[in-house]
């Protein structure tokens, strides 16, 4: 079972108290390839052994959970 990174977690989280956008790589198993995601994150939770982030993606408008797993090079974005 591939872990959550710590350093990660701990950009998603601060992303999260200062309620600030966040962009991350995430690896879609459905699509199988990576794409740069936009996001504005609503909470962290954790189900059956995963780190899953609750967020609005912006290029959607649409609220989805990401596995923080799947997720690479997180970066809190100035945008409000």
């Known amino acids: 079972v591939p872990q959550a990174d710590a350093q990660l977690l701990s950009t998603l989280g ?20 990576v794409a740069t995601r936009a996001v504005e994150p609503y909470g962290l939770f954790f189900v059956s052994g995963y780190w899953y982030l609750a967020a609005r993606d912006a290029d959607k408008n649409a609220m989805r959970n990401f596995r923080v797993s799947r997720m690479t090079q997180a970066k809190i974005i100035n945008k409000a």
Request: overall charge positive; proline content about 0%.
């Open 14 to 33: 601060d992303a999260l108290f200062a309620r600030k956008r966040v962009t991350f790589n995430y690896h879609s198993m459905a699509a199988d390839r």
